[in-house]
């Protein structure tokens, strides 16, 4: 089935002449690796590209190679084809909407399940561990070469996707590929290196504020924290600076539900969600307050202080911790 609609794909890009390229709003290592990946794959096959990241590319990202080709937003329209990588859901793509729906096709690649319609085709690999493994074998069936460059933008979508191969969604083939990728050029050294080792003095600052908020509830199994918007002006740090925040809040021993409430601007609370167990859609809860993610990590805004988001944001964590758990337990 996937292999088809692969084929499928393959064929419509090698027809194409123009491509426009676009990843989700704040943008992760899969979904910037893929989308430089596809271009650079396309870009010797000849054809014309736009790759469009709303959200743009932050700063731990900049070193994958054709990184500073990514744009914010284009006036183009009318593209051949577009391929949208590491989401399900329209409203994630931000402003890049209107270039990648003015297409004449739309693909998907994704590696989560998320429920309607998008896109012509659209293909769905909850196997892979990252949205990189499924443009892996697109390349492959379109027998393009894996050059350094290529296997440097997939292997960081490998790495950052698995956290460093601690996550579930790790399988010996996620191994496979990352040693196949490895011999093909990519440096997992240096990815990590640039990824993870990189951080400006005031995200380490930043983050250090984080850990003295951090809270618990629920007998341990919601973990959160906050960052106020004097938080932010004293360490001179952005919302940028808040990247693998969260991540450090699962180190807590018995933690299920994390989550990461933030003052960017006045009045305007960004909060990441993140569950480690199946029955707790964290996606789900997020689409309720307007925003979007995956089952396992989402995110959206609240608007007031950062001390009413905590308010309404983690009672309505606790009900929904409460009733996920019920509900799933009946079904
Ligand atoms: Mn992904």
Redesign the pocket.
């Known amino acids: 089935m996937i292999r088809r609609q692969l084929q499928q794909v393959a064929q419509l890009l090698r027809e194409a002449r123009s491509v426009v390229l676009a990843s989700h709003l704040n943008p ?1 290592g ?2 910037l690796g893929c989308v430089l990946a596809l271009r650079l794959a396309l870009e010797e096959m000849g054809k014309r590209m736009v790759v469009l990241s709303s959200d743009g590319v932050p700063e731990i990202y900049r070193f994958l190679p054709g990184s500073e080709k990514v744009l914010t937003c284009t006036e183009e329209r009318g593209f051949d084809v577009a391929v949208v990588c ?1 989401t399900g859901m329209p409203e994630r793509i931000g402003k890049a909407k209107d270039a990648v729906f003015s297409a004449r096709v739309v693909v998907d690649i ?3 399940v998320t429920e309607g319609a998008f896109g012509d085709i659209r293909i769905q690999q909850p196997k892979a561990a ?3 493994e499924v443009v892996y074998r697109l390349l492959k069936v379109m027998d393009v070469p894996i050059t350094p460059a290529i296997a440097t933008c997939l292997l960081t ?1 490998i790495i950052t ?1 698995t956290g460093l191969y601690r996550y579930m969604n790790v399988s010996p083939s996620t191994f496979r590929l990352s040693a196949v990728l490895m011999e093909a050029g990519a440096s997992p050294s240096r990815i990590a290196e640039e990824v993870f080792e990189s951080r400006s003095f005031s995200s380490l600052k930043l983050l250090g504020r984080a850990l003295e908020h951090i809270q618990r509830e629920e007998d341990g199994r919601l973990v959160w924290s906050y960052l106020s918007h004097e938080d932010f002006t004293e360490l001179g740090a952005t919302d940028e600076d808040t990247e693998g925040i969260i991540t450090q809040l699962r180190a807590v021993r018995g933690s299920v539900v994390l989550a990461l409430l933030r003052e960017v601007k006045p009045g305007r609370v960004r909060v990441s969600v993140r569950s480690r167990d199946e029955r707790i859609d964290v996606a789900q809860l997020a689409e309720k307050f307007g925003g979007g993610g ?1 089952r396992l990590a989402a995110g959206f805004w609240v608007e007031g202080s950062i001390t009413e988001a905590i308010q309404k944001v983690i009672q309505a964590l606790r009900e929904w911790m409460h009733w996920s758990t019920s509900t799933s337990q009946r079904a």
């Open positions: 992760d899969d979904t590491d994704d590696h989560h990252a949205t990189a979508g996707d995956h």
